[in-house]
């Protein structure tokens, strides 16, 4: 300890301590330099969402006045909320970084993966297809993504560096052992890790951040009247992507967005709020989890979440 | 821009938790996070939906709520560290739910290597058992600074004081063999809920608070990271065109500010801190784990692996100790055993080196935790003290003064897997 003043102490005299969204901070940069540092040809995926929005901003903080060690890359499905995919170019563009676009559509098209049809039709599991094609094609050994363990309960079990195989495939029983802050992100050529700064986030970390830090987020994540339909207790935009079941009236209500993923998989909720304060209040009394609000893929088996990753899916 | 600053309450948590199924350890996580309205409407309902499958009947298996993997919930089992989230309006709790089991040592291992706190569960009609022994014992070794034990199932013993108190006083006989210091009791029963948010009506001998109120005013102050000034380079930031250089990365212990005389190891470069930073600022201190970017006053030659320590003399300090010589308690595991003249990379910190097993000294036996000398390998789970000759001087402190600069981990180069925790003695 110094003998000059007392160094646990700030120049108000204040003692040094971080709230729990600075500390989750520091660990999130701390990982993304480290993978910065020991991968070769990482990639961090920005879908225009929330929690790449963080992810991004975290990147400035890990990166500047330096530019991001990695490109940036969006699987797009074709089937995206257009408020998000303006939204993610204009975020691009202010960043000044290189975007890649992963197209489905193209997947679809050279035949790698088959449209599915009828009104369940999604094109949520044709992601992972498109995916790794573009890990492959690209040469990643490294993709940041935005997810988050309090979301779902396979995620719960999945290491910050999630070592994949040459197949792209998680393996839950053979997840190397993750010590103090010391990532092992060693892979083979073909192999690669999805890393995951925000594991130790909850949905009310990442609002409460986009508010400390005054993030710009899709416009649609805040109430906005939208013509929607009701199918299994969740509410749907109408869109041409969309085809509706018998008994199914498309009706206008104030809605906001929770997630935001592919419009055939992603359900709205019903809100007025309008501002990022009255989100925030919204989320932190909450009884319902996001996932289980707003996304219907992962409502299809008690393990539906851990059968996608198994298959190479974030 | 000055330092985030706020008051403790606000902080972060880390709980490491470590028992057995049989030892209540899911329920009483399911409880904590129950009662602590954590869990959510539609989690329940699956929760509810699961335990009706199973059990045939009514009521709520609060363990279902943590067993995440197809594989566990099938075989009523936790193979893996499971992180849980939860937020009181004192603080915010991140929870590594690791198995017990003897062959999960690894696991444990890693849920509790960044614990604050370590929940030791015990079973008020067993006692301390041999499991018990050895949780104790790898939080004793992984440093974690508090223990809160819960007497479980407190329910099934007629909430008897005198049996609580026999546990307590076996218990006190432990933590002294093991050096464990701050240690705290909680009579419980995770399946009814006494003494876990709410205090207990069954069991008015007791005065303490309920395990909650425990970790919402658990005291860290004392314990943040050492108290010695270390900075690890992690990465080099360069704006060429405004001529920047600066040293990002995350403070290890002890406090940075602008114009610290400092030492850049291991070439004993010396040199002062220009400013400390992030991209919002300048800082007027940075202390640990806070990652921020430092320029330091002189075109000095510094990289990735570096660590970044206060300059001789300048305070009364302990300094690293630079060396390719390492004596340190590994936790071994992988399938096959640790032998003499085992070739190994080891990361500690930021730097990346490779190391070769001169000796192994003792190996822990986890049944009597004594230390059996001169051992012929590690077996996969065993703990035991390793010397290492490094291939490059590493800058590090005593695991017990520095947990970040104090551990390594151990990786096989053939196959990138890691086998090893280092911590150095």
Redesign the interface.
């Known amino acids: 300890?110094?003998?000059i003043e007392d160094?646990?102490v700030?120049?108000?005299g204040?003692?040094?301590?971080?709230?729990?969204l600075?500390?989750?901070?520091?660990?999130a940069?701390?990982i993304m330099?480290?993978v910065?540092?020991?991968l070769e040809k990482p990639v961090l995926l920005f879908s225009g969402g929330k929690d790449s929005i963080v992810l991004l901003r975290l990147a400035?903080?890990?990166?500047?006045?330096?530019r991001f060690p990695f490109p940036l890359m969006h699987v797009d499905t074709g089937h995206n909320f257009p408020e998000v995919i303006e939204f993610r170019d204009r975020r691009v563009a202010e960043l000044g970084e290189r975007l890649i676009v992963a197209s489905v559509q193209d997947s679809i098209d050279q035949g790698r993966v088959k449209e599915e049809t009828g009104p369940r039709a999604s094109r949520n599991r044709l992601q992972t297809t498109t995916l790794l094609d573009a890990i492959e094609e690209h040469g990643f050994d490294a993709a940041f993504g935005g997810a988050r363990?309090?979301e779902e309960?396979?995620?719960?079990?999945e290491r910050i560096f999630s070592f994949r195989d040459d197949f792209g495939t998680w393996d839950?029983?053979r997840?190397?052992?993750?010590?103090?802050?010391?990532y092992?992100g060693?892979?083979?050529r073909g192999e690669s890790v999805r890393v995951f700064p925000l594991?130790?986030w909850?949905e009310?970390?990442v609002w409460q951040y986009i508010a400390e830090e005054d993030l710009e987020v899709p416009n649609i994540y805040f109430a906005h009247e939208r013509e929607v339909f009701k199918r299994d207790g969740m509410l749907y935009a109408t869109s041409d992507h969309m085809e509706l079941m018998e008994n199914e009236e498309p009706f206008t209500t104030s809605v906001r967005y929770r997630t935001v993923g592919d419009m055939s998989c992603t359900g709205a909720v019903a809100s007025t709020a309008a501002d990022l304060d009255t989100v925030v209040g919204e989320i932190a009394a909450?009884?319902?989890?996001e996932r289980?609000?707003t996304r219907a893929d992962d409502r299809v088996t008690?393990?539906a979440m851990?059968d996608r990753k198994v298959a190479g899916y974030f | 821009m000055?330092?985030?600053?706020?008051?403790?309450e606000?902080?972060?948590l880390r709980i490491a938790t470590a028992g057995s199924v049989d030892d209540g350890k899911s329920t009483l996580i399911g409880r904590l996070l129950y009662d602590s309205k954590a869990i959510?409407?539609?989690?329940l309902e699956?929760v509810q939906e699961?335990s009706e499958r199973r059990s045939g009947e009514g009521g709520l298996d609060l363990s279902l709520?943590?067993?995440?993997?197809?594989?566990e919930?099938e075989q009523g089992i936790t193979?893996?560290?499971?992180?849980?989230?939860f937020?009181t309006a004192r603080?915010?709790f991140?929870l590594a739910d690791t198995p017990g089991h003897v062959q999960y040592t690894?696991?444990m291992?890693?849920g509790a290597?960044?614990a604050d706190v370590a929940i030791i569960l015990i079973d008020a009609r067993h006692g301390v058992v041999e499991q018990t022994r050895r949780h104790t014992f790898i939080a004793s070794l992984l440093g974690i600074p508090h223990l809160a034990v819960c007497v479980n199932k407190m329910d099934l013993v007629d909430y008897a004081e005198d049996v609580f108190d026999g546990i307590v006083r076996d218990f006190c006989a432990l933590a002294k063999q093991l050096g464990v210091k701050d240690v705290e009791f909680f009579p419980i029963s995770a399946k009814l809920g006494d003494n876990v948010v709410d205090a207990s009506a069954a069991m008015n001998w007791y005065s303490g608070t309920p395990l909650l109120e425990h970790l919402e005013t658990l005291s860290l102050?004392d314990d943040e990271a050492g108290?010695d000034t270390r900075f690890p380079v992690?990465?080099v930031?360069?704006?060429h065109d405004?001529d920047?250089r600066g040293y990002?990365?995350?403070v290890a212990g002890?406090?940075l500010r602008a114009g610290d005389a400092v030492v850049v190891l291991p070439s004993g470069v010396q040199t002062t801190i220009a400013a400390v930073e992030?991209?919002d600022g300048e800082l007027?201190?940075a202390?640990a784990?806070?990652?921020v970017t430092v320029r330091l006053a002189d075109n000095v030659d510094a990289s990735?692996g570096d660590m970044i320590a206060r300059a001789p003399g300048a305070?009364?300090?302990v300094a690293p100790l630079v060396t390719r010589e390492l004596s340190a308690d590994v936790s071994w595991?992988a399938e096959a055993p640790l032998r003499p003249g085992a070739r190994l990379?080891l990361?500690?910190?930021?730097s990346?080196v490779r190391a070769i097993v001169e000796g192994l000294d003792d190996v822990v036996d986890i049944a009597t935790l004594e230390r059996v000398v001169s051992p012929d390998e590690l077996a996969l789970n065993d703990i035991g003290r390793v010397r290492l000759r490094v291939s490059k001087p590493l800058a590090v402190d005593p695991y017990e003064r520095n947990?970040?600069t104090g551990?390594?981990?151990l990786?096989y180069e053939a196959t990138?897997?890691?086998v090893g925790?280092g911590m150095i003695r």
Not at chain 1, 175 to 182: G, N
């Open positions: 300890m110094s003998t160094p646990t700030n120049a108000d204040n003692p040094l301590q971080l709230s729990h600075r500390v989750l901070e520091a660990e940069i701390h330099r480290e910065a540092a020991e400035e903080k890990a990166f500047r006045p330096g363990r309090d309960r396979a995620r719960a079990k839950p029983k997840q190397r052992p993750e010590l103090w802050s010391l092992n060693r892979v083979a594991s130790n909850t009310l970390d909450t009884r319902i989890t289980g609000e008690e393990a851990e | 000055t330092a985030p600053v706020t008051t403790i606000s902080a972060l959510l409407a539609d989690q699956q699961a709520l943590t067993d995440g993997l197809r594989a919930r193979i893996d560290v499971a992180y849980r989230y937020q603080r915010k991140v690894r696991n291992v890693t290597s960044t102050a108290q992690q990465w930031i360069r704006d405004a920047y990002a990365g995350t002890g406090v992030t991209i007027d201190a202390f784990p806070m990652s990735r305070t009364n300090e595991m990379a990361k500690h910190t930021t990346s947990r970040t551990s390594f981990i990786i990138n897997e890691s925790a």
